[in-house]
């Protein structure tokens, strides 16, 4: 079974508010974005390379203009079936890496927004590349503090990960928020209606402890330690996990 990674069905979370209404074009032009997705799996699965990369390359650009509803697939799934063309055929992987590297530029640019900056990352982290995210915000925050700020659920759980001081310092806050966001992606894996119940709930609580034990890691190395110790009780009251308990156990003597 496929999972999704919880950096990337936050994005998908954050993205939703950024979407109401579309334009009266797309309720009046019928293309269906989803058949033309169809057509690039049945073109790379007759080896016709090319042709595929164009329809995901439309996909990506047009998907959401007659569909919003495809946000979720254009910045998974998607991404999922060109990074596979890629193997089998580089001009594939080349042209994404092309349009990240164009709406990087254009963020650096001042000509891309929250849109711009969640395509990077997804992109990023589907080629396995999610530091150069990391450093891209890091870029912002000097240049454009307002947009940084914007994109920082994004990047949090990478910058937690990497226990970046200076940007966990500044954006950091509210560590109960934090908290009840990461308990709050446990439930919806847990609730997911899917035929493999117990694998999914096996995963939501192993993201669920990794997720705990990187915030807490986060506050330490910030100097938060009795805030890391109040984390890690409220979450031994959601998940009984011996990685918890442990943790507890070394911050109780200290």
């Keep these: 079974m496929r999972t999704i990674s919880i950096s990337l069905l936050l994005g998908i979370i954050l993205i939703a508010r950024a979407f109401g209404a579309v334009g009266a074009e ?85 000509k891309g927004n929250f849109l711009t900056f969640n395509d990077v990352s997804a992109i990023n982290q589907a080629l396995g590349q999610s530091s150069h995210s990391v450093d891209l915000f890091i870029k912002l925050d000097q240049k454009q503090p307002m947009l940084a700020k914007e994109c920082w659920g994004l990047v949090k759980n990478s910058m937690i990960r990497r226990q970046h001081k200076q940007m966990l310092n500044k954006y950091l806050k509210n560590i109960y928020a934090e908290f009840e966001q990461i308990k709050f992606v446990y439930e919806q894996l847990r609730s997911a209606d899917v035929s493999d119940r117990d694998e999914i709930k096996k995963y939501a609580e192993k993201s669920f402890v990794k997720r705990v034990c990187e915030l807490i890691d986060a506050l330490k190395v910030t100097g938060r330690a009795m805030e890391a110790r109040k984390v890690c009780r409220l979450a031994q009251a959601v998940v009984n996990s011996p990685e918890l308990t442990a943790v507890m156990a070394v911050e109780a003597v200290k």
Excluded: C
Excluded at 51 to 69: E, F, I, M, R
């Design 26 to 110: 797309s309720k009046t032009v019928k293309i269906n974005p989803s058949e033309v997705l169809e057509d690039g799996k049945f073109f790379a699965a007759s080896g016709k390379y090319g042709l595929a990369l164009k329809k995901y390359v439309w996909y990506h650009n047009h998907a959401l203009k007659y569909d919003p509803s495809s946000k979720w697939m254009r910045l998974s799934v998607a991404l999922g079936l060109w990074i596979d063309l890629g193997r089998k055929y580089p001009p594939a992987m080349q042209k994404l890496r092309g349009v990240r590297d164009s709406k990087t530029a254009a963020l650096l640019n001042k």
